[in-house]
């Protein structure tokens, strides 16, 4: 099975100048925990619900003020659209993430695979995810 | 199995009066991502890292100036600390979480049970909760 069997190809995106308060409403209104952030066509960063609670609400950053840019993740864990999900499933256990940028071989984004959506094609690929990341703590 | 052999016991509590900008230090300073809202030992809520950020900005909410009790959810969705983990993980999936908070029988926190908890010890559990969750990218 292929990651683009199971990957979710309707993908929001922010880019590194959006404000932390937009991303917040462009996440609430698409229902998503996290947005690849895209420049010139390249995927430059991530950036999560849990980014904006942490790095812009804790720290009494303002959220309208404060662009993705400076809070993102830019070492995004990035998979093929044809890569095998075994692969893929040995990326994320490697790198201790739930999901993965998916580009085309033009590097343009074109999904997310996350564990939710690697637990439709395979129960065990999934738990082993989660095995790995509980190790860290 | 029994929840009370998987469950995590070290809870991080927050009371329903503080503000959003002392609830995401908390959840950011402890590692986690949810805390159970607690008054006078009683159980009120759950407040996550995405309440206080992106649902408080999606409403319009200053986060030093909120308290956590107008934004958690109330509805909390509990298991007894001496159920079977099969039965955890179908209450789970039928309300479409990866976490439980998990109650002895005075009905006073006892942990929180999660996904990542049940995933060493039965991967079809895990997988079943996951792939039952609307994906949360």
Do not use: W
Not at chain 1, 17 to 44: I, N, Y
Not at chain 1, 111 to 125: E, N
């Amino acid at each position: 099975m292929k990651v683009k069997d199971l990957m979710s190809t309707v993908v929001e995106f922010a880019t590194p100048t959006t404000s932390a308060k937009d991303a917040a409403h462009q996440m609430h209104e698409t229902h998503v925990g996290a947005l690849p952030v895209v420049d010139d066509e390249k995927v430059v960063g991530m950036i999560t619900d849990r980014d904006i609670c942490c790095k812009v609400i804790a720290t009494g950053h303002s959220a309208g003020r404060t662009p993705l840019d400076e809070i993102m993740s830019k070492d995004v864990a990035t998979c093929f659209e044809d890569d095998d999900i075994g692969e893929a499933t040995s990326l994320m256990v490697d790198k201790h993430v739930r999901r993965l940028v998916v580009v085309n071989h033009d590097n343009k984004l074109v999904g997310l695979l996350s564990i939710d959506d690697l637990a439709r094609g395979s129960h065990d690929m999934a738990s082993s995810i989660l095995e790995a990341s509980a190790q860290l703590h | 199995m029994k929840v009370q052999e998987i469950m995590s016991t070290n809870v991080e509590t927050v009371m329903p009066n503080v503000s959003l900008r002392a609830a995401a230090r908390k959840l950011s300073n402890f590692n986690v991502g949810a805390l159970p809202v607690v008054d006078d030992g009683k159980l009120l809520g759950i407040i996550t890292d995405r309440d206080v950020s992106v649902y408080a900005i999606a409403i319009g909410r200053d986060p030093q100036n909120t308290e956590v009790q107008t934004v958690m959810t109330k509805n909390v969705i509990t298991c007894y600390e001496d159920q079977n983990i099969t039965e955890a993980a179908q209450i789970m999936e039928a309300h479409n979480i990866r976490r439980l908070t998990v109650l002895n029988r005075n009905d006073e926190i006892a942990g929180f049970l999660t996904v990542d908890d049940l995933a060493p010890v039965s991967h079809e559990l895990a997988g079943a909760v996951l792939q039952a969750v609307t994906p949360l990218h």
